[in-house]
């Protein structure tokens, strides 16, 4: 019987060649039946990718048999499940494509990688390190480094969370000095894996924020080692089928449903097909209203 997973990754890396790793990787997920999201740049490689237990593992050894990206961090987590031609249900399709950005933040001319890594980033913190921190500072300050919808239905407790739809709103939100009060204090950036984080530290200490940080890891990581029994609360919104996960049996629902709002962890693109927003809405809601652009719930007609 499949066993489906799903595998997360980045690597920050000079690439010489993004259009010969295109094909490689393109080429290498045709012929293992995997299915998902790999973007590729002159600074690295990010992706997400489902498929079979025995598929992926053969991905991940001859990934990591190219030598810039060998010390690769794959976090790995289970998928829904496998169709009948052995893809994961999880993504429609394999997409594999060159970008200017692994992450589009909308400012590549301020990114400097090496092959160590992004340079001028925050300072790295395990979630044991992050717990350590918190227990010396009072002061210690959560910035949720990922689209503002995301942590409606999952987020670090207290932490500060900005109104954004996209990565590429934070440069201007930065640039607006909307946050400056921040920068006397230590400020914790967190995202899903940790890419996110990478570059919005960075584009932070260059404007000025002196004692900024990264979760190492992103939340997948901290929910790995302290499930639902440290400082996160809620679901993490996921880019793919399952819409979001969980880290154990007892994880608080905090999203609140556009609609009647009622608490759930659901999310779901608008039904008026006019309208490109995703929102937070529960079951019974789900076909009847819609978020519209400036927040608003509007009711939705329906047959009968």
């Known amino acids: 019987m499949a066993t489906p997973k799903i595998v997360l990754f980045y690597v920050f890396t000079p690439l010489a060649d993004p259009e010969a790793i295109r094909l490689w990787q393109r080429d290498l997920g045709e012929a293992l039946s995997l299915r998902g999201r790999v973007i590729i740049s002159k600074d690295g490689i990010n992706g997400t990718l489902g498929g079979d237990l025995p598929a992926l593992k053969k991905w991940a050894r001859s990934f990591r048999s190219y030598a810039p990206f060998k010390n690769v961090d794959i976090k790995w987590s289970e998928g ?3 169709d009948e031609s ?65 942590a409606q239905i999952g987020r670090f407790r207290g932490a500060v969370v900005p109104d954004v739809a996209t990565t590429r709103d934070f440069v201007r939100l930065l640039d607006s ?14 995202c899903t894996g940790g890419i996110r984080c990478e570059v919005l530290s960075s584009l932070m200490a260059a404007r000025g924020f002196g004692e900024v940080y990264q979760l190492e890891g992103g939340i997948v990581r901290y929910g790995e080692t302290y499930g639902d029994d440290g400082l996160w609360d809620g679901s993490l919104y996921v880019f793919d089928g399952r819409g979001s996960v969980d880290f154990s049996d007892h994880a608080a629902v905090i ?47 329906s047959a009968g």
């Open 80 to 82: 829904t499940g496998m």
């Open 177 to 190: 000095g909307a946050y400056d009060d921040l920068k006397g204090k230590p400020v914790v950036t967190y």
């Open 255 to 301: 999203g609140e449903c556009v609609g009647c709002h009622a608490l759930t962890k659901r999310t779901a693109n608008c039904p008026d097909p006019s309208c490109r927003v995703q929102q937070v809405v529960c079951e019974d809601c789900g076909a009847l209203v819609c978020a519209d652009h400036a927040g608003a719930t509007l009711p939705i007609s």
């Open 86 to 150: 052995g893809h994961s249900i999880d993504f429609p399709k394999l997409s594999v494509k060159v970008r200017d950005e692994i992450v589009s933040f909308g400012a590549p001319g301020e990114l400097q990688v090496t092959a160590d890594g992004v340079v001028g980033g925050g300072t790295r913190l395990s979630p044991e390190a992050l717990h350590e921190l918190i227990a010396e500072r009072d002061d210690v300050v959560f910035l949720d480094g990922r689209n503002a919808l995301e």
